[in-house]
């Protein structure tokens, strides 16, 4: 019998990535992370979290995404199927969705801390297999979007173009992964 349970919340042993549990089989879980993903581990790689644990990244309302998950229909859908429109994740690098606050950090400081968690999230998308990325920036003076586009070309098998005005605005950069497998 399964130590975990649909809505428990849940963290990987040896990384931050958490989220809440919607579906266990024997060996395996399935959990949604609080940027909409949903991954799936090993039962023995997996810690449960107290019910009022908030380690989560994000500000997400799990309560809804477990609704949604559990009244979906099957539709049929052979197991191991893509399904054709993937959301992409998304990474707000607004600084005040970073820390708590901005007394006493200078630009440079603000830039460093930006860049930081862009690569960081990066790397955590490289690493799950995520194919497509929107990193917001913002318009500013353009410092920021500069920076991370250098911050990309170090990276090898990624395509970099402004995200959909039309959802984002002119503030924010797209970064699709074409390396081996994706295509």
């Keep these: ?3 975990f349970k649909a809505g428990d919340r849940v963290q990987l ?6 989220g809440i549990v919607v579906s266990v089989t024997a060996e395996n879980v399935k959990f949604r992370t609080p940027e909409g993903f949903v991954l799936e581990a090993e039962q023995g790689n997996l810690v449960l979290l107290p019910s009022d644990e908030s380690t989560f ?4 309302d799990f309560s809804a995404v477990l ?3 559990d009244t979906k229909p099957s539709g049929g859908k052979k197991p191991g199927r893509r399904q054709k429109y993937v959301p992409p994740m998304e990474v707000d690098l607004h600084i005040e969705k970073l820390v708590p606050s901005v007394r006493g950090l200078n630009t440079i400081d603000i830039l460093n801390y930006q860049l930081d968690a862009a690569r960081g999230q990066l790397e955590f998308a490289l690493r799950k297999r995520i ?3 929107v990193f917001i920036h913002g318009v ?5 979007k500069q920076e991370l586009r250098t911050l990309f070309r170090r990276y090898e098998g990624l395509e970099v173009n402004d995200a959909d005005p039309r959802k984002y605005g002119m503030g924010a950069t797209e970064v699709y992964v074409t390396q081996l497998g994706f295509r």
Excluded: W, Y
């Excluded at 042993?13 to 958490?18: A, C, G, N, R, Y």
């Excluded at 990244?57 to 997400?60: D, T």
């Design 1 to 3: 019998m399964s130590r």
């Design 131 to 133: 194919q497509r990325i």
């Design 67 to 69: 609704k949604e998950s």
């Design 13 to 18: 042993m040896d990384e931050l990535t958490s």
């Design 140 to 144: 500013g003076q353009g410092v920021l």
């Design 57 to 60: 990244l994000g500000n997400s």
